[in-house]
T-cell receptor, first 112, second 108 residues
Framework: DVKVTQSSRYLVKRTGEKVFLECVQD?????MFWYRQDPGLGLRLIYF???????EKGDIPEGYSVSREKKERFSLILESASTNQTSMYLC???????????FGSGTQLSVL | AQRVTQPEKLLSVFKGAPVELKCNYS??????LFWYVQYSRQRLQLLLR??SRESIKGFTADLNKGETSFHLKKPFAQEEDSAMYYC??????????FGAGTILRVKS
């Protein structure tokens, strides 16, 4: 079974802090994604990556950046956390073109 | 822009009753649609995709291009069906656009 692991289940940070959310997958998938999940808004794509060192903006990239130095790891970075970035963050990966997404268990981030 | 609309935030039904979770989409090309499900304390996972034309856990969904809909149906709800359900549309490649989600609550 594909394993997508997010390093933290819960995270509490202060406004202005730099925050790193880590995601690792163990199935050699090319494609990795970061979504945020908010009640009433569903899942919104922040960034995705088709390959190492490649990244593309999703629908809501403002205030975020990403890093993919190794195929199995995709990091989401909040350069200066703000309270409106309090959310559940979901990482996902997928194999080849048009394959289904496998999701991590999520990181609930609270920015105070 | 592509959109997926799930008009109901919450759908509450009794066990044994039929279920229909609504999903409407807007897409200029030939759409590919999915239903994802998240049970309590579990990961979001794929339930079914329209191209497979399959029934999973008793659920089916038919793509209606005329009505631009992809409603999820089950004839007899079970308590274990209680979950959050997301309809999703493939924009391109592996990029999916998700709806806002519908919570299904099955009461005994």
């Amino acid at each position: 079974d594909v394993k997508v692991t997010q390093s933290s289940r819960y995270l509490v940070k202060r406004t202005g802090e730099k925050v790193f959310l880590e995601c690792v997958q163990d199935m050699d998938h090319e494609n990795m994604f970061w979504y945020r999940q908010d009640p009433g808004l569903g899942l919104r794509l922040i960034y995705f990556s088709y390959d190492v060192k490649m990244k593309e903006k999703g629908d809501i990239p403002e205030g975020y950046s990403v890093s993919r130095e190794k195929k199995e790891r995709f990091s989401l970075i909040l350069e200066s956390a703000s309270t409106n970035q309090t959310s559940m963050y979901l990482c996902a990966s997928a194999g080849g073109h048009k394959e289904k997404l496998f999701f991590g268990s999520g990181t609930q981030l609270s920015v105070l | 822009a592509q959109r997926v609309t799930q008009p109901e935030k919450l759908l509450s039904v009794f066990k044994g009753a039929p279920v229909e979770l609504k999903c409407n989409y807007s897409y200029s090309g030939s759409p590919e649609l999915f239903w994802y499900v998240q049970y309590s304390r579990q990961r979001l996972q794929l339930l079914l995709r329209h191209i497979s034309r399959e029934s999973i856990k008793g659920f089916t969904a038919d793509l209606n291009k005329g009505e631009t809909s992809f409603h999820l149906k089950k004839p007899f709800a079970q308590e274990e069906d209680s979950a959050m359900y997301y309809c999703a549309l493939r924009e391109y490649g592996n990029k999916l656009v998700f709806g806002a989600g519908t919570i299904l609550r099955v009461k005994s």
